[in-house]
């Protein structure tokens, strides 16, 4: 059975920083894109972040870009989303979602990040 689990939120200060992971466990093939989101209390989820798995490439939600940056580990098979400079704005549950195309897409539990002083 797949598993997606996200690690690495927890409460900092504002303009700190946090390192999320995600790891996926149980995928019987080869995810072509994973995406971090996030939701916030009396919003909408928002796109935060996605990378290609074959390319490597990246997009960035506007109001992340410059701060934070997903990556991929291959060491580890996790995909990475490292938060520089947070703002209270940025508290929110995040979540990491796999998408292998052909409808396989699997949504981990969410973890929390909360920015305050």
């Known amino acids: 059975q797949v598993q997606v689990v996200e690690s690495g939120g927890g409460l900092v200060q504002p303009g700190g920083s946090l390192r999320l992971s995600c790891a996926a466990s149980g995928l019987t093939f080869s995810p072509f894109v994973t995406r971090w989101y996030r939701q916030a209390p009396g919003k909408a989820r928002e796109l935060v972040a996605l990378i290609v798995t074959s390319s490597g490439g990246t997009n960035y939600a506007d109001s992340v870009k410059g701060r934070f940056t997903i990556s991929r580990d291959n060491a580890k098979n996790t995909v990475n989303l490292q938060m520089n400079s947070l703002k209270p704005e940025d508290t929110a549950v995040y979540y990491c979602?796999?998408?292998?195309?052909?409808?396989?897409?699997?949504w981990g539990q969410g973890t929390q990040v909360t920015v305050s002083s």
């Open positions: 979602n796999v998408d292998g195309g052909n409808g396989r897409v699997y």
